[in-house]
Nanobody, 125 residues
């Protein structure tokens, strides 16, 4: 059974940092695509960052470029999202999504087969 477990959210002041983790079970990160998405209250879910086993070019939304970094630890089967210089507009529930595919699906949500349960990130001003 494939499961994605997102964790690491919390309350932080503007300018602070958090590191989100997406622990994957049921498929190996040797052949994968992982995306981070977020959904703020009253807004549609949007893509934040993505990575795949086929390329070394992580993809970022313009709104987080230069502040967020996605990475993977294949030994731990975990993908991370390091979030620095957080802003109040980053407040949202963050989800990780996965596909058993080497293609980087970027923010094509329907391409991801598996979704984690979400972790709340709240940035106070």
């Amino acid at each position: 059974e494939v499961q994605l477990q997102a964790s690491g959210g919390g309350l932080v002041q503007a300018g602070g940092s958090l590191r989100l983790s997406c622990a994957v079970s049921g498929f190996t990160l040797d052949y994968y695509a992982i995306g981070w998405f977020r959904q703020a209250p009253g807004k549609e879910r949007e893509g934040v960052s993505s990575i795949s086993s086929s390329d070394n070019s992580p993809y970022y939304a313009d709104s987080v470029k230069g502040r967020f970094t996605i990475s993977s630890d294949n030994a731990k089967n975990t993908v991370y999202l390091q979030m620095n210089s957080l802003k109040p507009e980053d407040t949202a529930v963050y989800y990780c999504a996965g596909a058993v595919s080497s293609t980087n699906w970027y923010f094509v949500q329907e391409a991801y087969d598996y979704w984690g349960q979400g972790t709340q990130v709240t940035v106070s001003s």
